[in-house]
Each structure stands twice: as structure tokens, then as C-alpha cells.
């Protein structure tokens, strides 16, 4: 999605409340907080990807007001949330989870200011997954562009970067204020098999800041 389009999206969801309510978008703006609902939007996609970020960019111009993220999602694209990320913490607003926040939407739940929740939602922690079939695309996709020799020079490459995104992922936590020991665990349970801790472990960790 182009700017000139995710700001022509945004702008026709601030003029139409009420056709917003009606459709249901992953993001549109309620007083001084901006609600990114991936579970209960109607659209095609009930995942974070990257065609979010560009509206989401654009509500934030057009409301200044907003200070606060309400986040309800079961993630999606790991590259899209790290750069919601990056705009959440350089405009400095809060975060908030309503419902469930699990998987790469729990990343952009740790760039907010203040992190909380309200009573019965949940945060969701697990291992990163990539499924061969997406490691075959992948490879036979990019071989060209990276100059694989074979499927061992690509899986040397995939080692060495993994051990990277991991490093990354902790990184960004601790850099949070996330106590490592408590990061090192978000990582234990493959994909699938969510962990989600209770609300006195969350606010021991630094994860929640109230």
C-alpha cells in the first residue's frame, strides 16, 4: 500500500465514523487512543502485516491527539511489527492490550511508554517458526539475489541468521526494560503452544508498568 493511499484510507475512516464502525477496520482513532483490532476487523486479513503501516502512520499525522495504542491481535508479520515499533516508541505513546496480544503483536506492546492491560486480557509468548515449505519458497526465491551455491551454502546462511533474529528479539526486550532472564523464557514454547503469564509475573518482569 502506497502513503497517498494508506492517508486517503485513514482520512475517509476520520470523515465516516459511522462506515468505520460498520466495517469493522484493524485501525481507526477513538478519542485520544488509536485501537489496532486485527481479531475483529472484517477485512480479508485478521493478521499484522505490512500494508498496516503506512494507515497507521497517517492516523497518527492527522491525530495529534492520540496517545495511546489499544492492541488486540494474534500477531502476523514479524518485519511489520518490528517497524510499528519503531513508530509507536518516536511518537512516544503508551500501549495498552485489550483481549489478547499474542506473538509479533506482543513486540509492539513493548514499545509503548506505559504497558498495560485491562482485567482478563492476556499477552502470548513463543518461539519463531518457519515452515519448510516457506524455507523452499524462500531459497529457490532468493538464491539469485544472495549467490547460494547450494541448499548447504543456504543453510549455513539460515544458521547464521537465526542465531541473529534471536539476539535481535532479546535485545529489543531487555532494551525495554524486560529482565533478561524473563526474555529468555518468552522464547521456550514453539509455535503453537502459547505461554502466557500471569498478570504479577508480567509486572515483576517489567513487561506491564503498572
Request: charged fraction near 20%.
Amino acid at each position: 500500500m502506497t502513503l497517498a493511499r494508506g492517508i486517503a484510507l485513514a482520512l475517509a475512516l476520520i470523515a465516516s465514523p459511522s462506515a468505520a464502525r460498520d466495517t469493522t477496520p484493524k485501525l481507526y482513532v477513538n478519542g485520544d487512543t488509536l485501537v489496532y483490532d486485527t481479531t475483529n476487523a472484517t477485512g480479508d486479513s485478521t493478521e499484522i502485516e505490512a500494508e498496516d503501516i503506512e494507515v497507521l502512520r497517517a492516523l497518527l499525522s492527522a491525530n495529534p491527539e492520540v496517545t495511546t495504542l489499544q492492541l488486540t491481535s494474534s500477531g502476523g508479520s514479524v518485519w511489520a511489527s518490528q517497524v510499528i515499533s519503531d513508530i509507536v516508541i518516536d511518537y512516544g505513546l503508551d500501549t495498552r492490550v485489550e483481549g489478547d496480544c499474542d506473538s509479533s503483536c506482543v513486540t509492539i506492546f513493548l514499545a509503548g511508554e506505559n504497558r498495560t492491560m485491562t482485567r482478563g486480557s492476556r499477552l502470548g509468548f513463543h518461539q519463531v517458526q518457519w515452515s519448510a515449505q516457506n524455507i523452499r519458497e524462500y531459497y529457490e526465491r532468493e538464491t539469485e539475489n544472495f549467490g547460494w551455491e547450494d541448499a548447504w551454502d543456504f543453510a549455513e546462511w539460515m544458521y547464521l541468521d537465526t542465531q541473529q533474529e534471536v539476539y535481535r528479539a532479546l535485545n529489543y526486550m531487555v532494551a525495554r526494560g524486560v529482565d533478561p532472564a524473563f526474555a529468555i523464557q518468552s522464547i521456550r514454547q514453539p509455535d503453537g503452544n502459547m505461554w502466557r503469564p500471569y498478570r504479577a509475573v508480567l509486572r515483576a518482569a517489567g513487561v506491564l508498568t503498572e
